[in-house]
């Protein structure tokens, strides 16, 4: 059966976040807390740090790997970029105009270098920690920001589409960036709002079939209006740019409101990226009208409960 004409089946667990079709634009009070851990003793980094998460939604943590390990990690990115086969494959997104590659997904499973580093301790054993369950990886994915010619994505928080397109339930799951290049202010890095992770914005219009096709490059559904993002704005106060050498991790809520601007210097921007999402919390059918989006966009069938571990990645 063809995907478009494939039969919707209907969620049975309840829409506690309705967005998109005949819902209105508006922010709604987040209804689950953000940082889960009660025990402070067994907090894997300071735990004033992990309270910072917890109030603003986001983290950065710098020098989290070595130069090594970063070195290491930057081979194998550009083995990838070119590799004529990886070029060409689905789970591999470019850019429009240019076909530089944007993106390449579920790098966790289809790349041992990744997969290893998906389970390190320092990445998987503090997600453990904050989101207070077993977790596996959603999605996972390399990305590149070209130089020159690297393209924008508008603000958005990553739940609205998790929840929408992919069927994931509630706000238990996180995003850990792993910088590879230095992200200066004018290269395009990661924007976020503090606090708004605290409300959910609700966004309007119908999503097409087969989004993801399109959204990947250019997201124009699932994207807050003008108001809300005025409001979100209000409360948090100011917008926060992630700049860091490589090494860093940038770690923030599922629904934390970002986006970045496009890369028009020539200093390329690049990071390895892992979704967790806690057990408990995998994903249903999508709270839409649309069939899921394939596996190496949301793990739907394969997914494996992570036991975070102590990774030897170079030797010395």
Not at 161 to 168: K, L
Request: charged residues 25%.
């Amino acid at each position: 059966m063809n995907a478009n004409n494939k039969k919707k089946i209907p969620n049975q667990t309840k829409d506690f976040y309705p967005s998109r079709g005949s819902n209105t634009a508006q922010l709604i009070q987040r209804q689950e807390p953000t940082l889960y851990a009660a025990n402070t003793g067994n907090c894997p980094i300071d735990y004033q740090l992990a309270q910072q998460y917890d109030q603003q939604g986001f983290l950065i943590l710098e020098d989290v790997f070595t130069e090594k390990e970063v070195h290491y990690f930057q081979q194998e990115l550009e083995c990838m970029r070119n590799d004529e086969h990886r070029k060409v494959a689905e789970e591999t997104i470019t850019e429009s105009g240019s076909g530089d590659i944007r993106s390449i997904f579920n790098v966790h499973e289809n790349n041992a270098l990744f997969k290893k580093l998906a389970c390190d301790i320092r990445l998987a054993g503090l997600a453990q920690y904050l989101l207070d369950d077993g977790i596996y990886i959603h999605q996972s994915r390399v990305n590149y920001k070209p130089e020159f010619r690297g393209k924008e994505f508008y603000w958005h928080s990553d739940f609205e589409t998790w929840h929408v397109e992919d069927g994931m339930p509630r706000m238990r799951a996180l995003s850990m960036s792993i910088t590879l290049t230095e992200n200066y202010e004018h290269n395009g890095p990661l924007m976020l709002i503090p606090n708004s992770h605290k409300d959910y914005a609700v966004c309007e219009g119908d999503t097409p079939t087969e989004h993801y096709k399109s959204s990947l490059k250019k997201q124009e559904y699932g994207v807050p209006s003008d108001a809300s993002l005025h409001q979100l704005l209000e409360k948090g106060g100011k917008i926060v740019t992630a700049t860091g050498k490589p090494g860093s991790v940038i770690i923030f809520d599922c629904n934390v409101m970002h986006g970045s601007n496009s890369n028009i210097t020539p200093y390329p921007r690049s990071n390895v990226f892992f979704v967790y999402n806690a057990v408990s919390n995998r994903v249903t059918e999508p709270f839409s009208n649309n069939p899921p989006r394939p596996e190496y966009i949301c793990a739907r069938k394969h997914i494996q409960a992570i036991d975070p571990q102590i990774v030897q990645f170079a030797p010395d």
